[in-house]
């Protein structure tokens, strides 16, 4: 049940929008003036609906004061004017007085349902910055703090349209994502859309009509509108993974949204794996679209570069995963450590993300190890069988127990995992594993 705050000075009216609110579930605080509403805590309503004349202190004064809880403002004098400042306040919306119960019923479940939204526009926000923290972009790496300024400074699309639109190009892993994330939420659209495109993902004949939806496709006007992923991201920003998946006359209507249509008001970011120059001249890329980009292309450096970065990003992500899955603290071993920097890290951050992760589940003493890692001391890959880099970390204890039991006793198995001969038995009984 929605809980309701009526701020209005007639009583007559206040007594009669009161039942009418409460005959169709609300829970409703009826006050006469905004010094009244403020006795009764504001913030804890899931809408305040407020007469905009009122004695002492306007109704559009409960703005500011319950922000973010939303407010309807009602007004007798129906003008242009009035409904125009109380929105430029902040009210969420207005109704003009007389009105009858059914448009009254229509605005307070509108802007309820618009409130609700919000909220989960937030909680799906702060959802994705436990996914893609920030924090995970802390570098001391030269070419990567380039690249943060250089994001974090971009002209806004609806200004500078052939200046706003960036690519961003690097290894599988290197956290182009992550970067792209943080231009949208640092920049001038972060109370915005943030829409990713992930082409690949998409089957071929569905990723023009994806991206661009019926409005400019190019269909017949006699078609069926769809909306596509442009449209979505109005007022935001566009992530779009290996640009070069579409066709190229589909390019080249993007490139020209990109270079002219005013209505087009979105910041595009562009992931990909090879250069420009190189889509071009595999002709992957139409010319229009390489040019849009061309002015901000930024190479985003893989991990094997930012050799300053490798113990900070370990420590974070073990602090991540300690807190997740432990319940006592633990350390990188100097062994450890040296294995980290030894290695060539053809993964990248994901990759050095998932083997922290993988150790930290596997540790059951104060320190990792190098064999939690999948290491040796000498920052070699343990086991030389690249199918185990892509395996869960479920995944890789069944492969590796089973691969090794036959000529490893349990003791030694548990070493070379560097867990316990009890946390051995206790996830074969888990993993329904029993010794042969």
């Not at 305040?48 to 004349?53: K, M, P, S, V």
């Not at 070493?415 to 001969?421: A, E, K």
Request: proline letters at 5%; one cysteine or more; charged letters at 25%.
């Amino acid at each position: 049940m929605s809980r309701l705050l009526l701020v209005e000075d007639e009583p007559i009216i206040r007594k009669a929008i009161q039942k009418l609110l409460e005959r169709h579930q609300f829970e409703v605080t009826a006050v006469g003036n905004v010094e009244e509403a403020n006795r009764v805590n504001v913030a804890t309503y899931d809408l305040i609906l407020a007469d905009l004349r009122l004695p002492g202190a306007e109704g559009t004064d409960l703005i500011a004061l319950a922000k973010p809880v939303p407010v309807v403002i009602m007004t007798s004098h129906a003008s242009v004017r009035s409904a125009v400042e109380s929105m430029k306040l902040g009210a969420i919306d207005y109704i003009s007085k007389p009105f009858d119960h059914d448009e009254l019923l229509l605005v307070i479940n509108r802007a309820l349902k618009h409130n609700r939204l919000h909220a989960q526009n937030i909680a799906m926000k702060q959802d994705l910055l436990r996914v893609f923290p920030h924090d995970e972009l802390t570098t001391a790496n030269t070419a990567m703090l380039t690249i943060v300024d250089r994001l974090t400074q971009l002209p806004d699309a609806s200004s500078h349209p052939a200046l706003s639109h960036c690519f961003l190009v690097g290894e599988i892993g290197t956290g182009k994502e992550l970067l792209a994330r943080l231009a949208h939420d640092q920049g001038p659209r972060c109370d915005g859309p943030l829409v990713v495109a992930d082409l690949p993902t998409v089957p071929t004949g569905e990723r023009d009509s994806l991206l661009l939806g019926g409005r400019w496709s190019g269909k017949p006007m006699d078609a069926a509108p769809r909306a596509g992923l442009v449209q979505s991201a109005q007022g935001g920003t566009l992530v779009i993974r290996n640009l070069e998946c579409l066709r190229l006359d589909t390019q080249e209507k993007f490139a020209a949204l990109l270079a002219g249509e005013r209505s087009f008001n979105v910041h595009v970011i562009v992931l990909g794996t090879q250069p420009l120059q190189h889509l071009l001249d595999n002709g992957l890329l139409h010319a229009d679209l390489a040019a849009a980009f061309a002015s901000h292309e930024l190479s985003v450096p893989p991990l094997r570069s930012r050799a300053e970065d490798l113990e900070s990003l370990a420590r974070h992500y073990l602090k991540l995963f300690v807190q997740r899955y432990r319940q006592h603290e633990i350390d990188l071993s100097d062994d450890a450590l040296h294995a980290i920097r030894a290695y060539h890290w053809p993964g990248n951050v994901r990759e050095l993300k998932s083997m922290i992760e993988r150790a930290a589940l596997l540790c059951d003493q104060g320190k990792i190890l190098p064999a939690h890692l999948g290491f040796d001391v000498a920052g070699n890959a343990a086991d030389t069988d690249t199918h185990t880099r892509s395996l869960s970390l479920d995944g890789y204890f069944r492969y590796f127990v089973l691969r090794h039991q036959q000529e490893l006793s349990e003791t030694e198995i548990a070493q070379r995992l560097g867990i316990s001969r009890k946390a051995l038995w206790e996830r074969r009984q888990k993993m329904e594993l029993p010794r042969p």
